[in-house]
Nanobody, 125 residues
Framework: QVQLVESGGGLVQAGGSLRLSCAPSGLTLRTRGMGWFRQAPGKEREFVAY????????YYSDSVKGRFIISRDNAKNIVYLQMNSLKPEDTAVYYC??????????????????WGQGTQVTVSS
């Protein structure tokens, strides 16, 4: 059974930091990539960051590049999203997702076949 368990959301002031974690299980990770998306109220779920598990190569949306860092711990099978210099516009529910590396674009949510439950991030001004 595939599971992606997220943790680490919360309330933080603008300029602060949070680290999200995602623990996947029931998957062969070396054939997959892991992504973080976010969804604000009334908006579409949008791409934030992505890491190819076997190579560690990373990709970011322009809105978070230079502030967020995605990484993975091979020994613990955990994916992290370190979020720094947070802004009120980063407020959203953050979702961890996984896709086969052979699937369509890493930037599109439809390419992902499993998702976590989501974790709320709220940045106050």
């Amino acid at each position: 059974q595939v599971q992606l368990v997220e943790s680490g959301g919360g309330l933080v002031q603008a300029g602060g930091s949070l680290r999200l974690s995602c623990a996947p299980s029931g998957l062969t990770l070396r054939t997959r990539g892991m992504g973080w998306f976010r969804q604000a109220p009334g908006k579409e779920r949008e791409f934030v960051a992505y890491i190819t598990w076997i190579t560690g190569v990373t990709y970011y949306s322009d809105s978070v590049k230079g502030r967020f860092i995605i990484s993975r711990d091979n020994a613990k099978n955990i994916v992290y999203l370190q979020m720094n210099s947070l802004k009120p516009e980063d407020t959203a529910v953050y979702y961890c997702g996984t896709r086969p590396i052979s699937s369509s674009s890493r930037y599109l949510k439809d390419a992902y076949d499993h998702w976590g439950q989501g974790t709320q991030v709220t940045v106050s001004s």
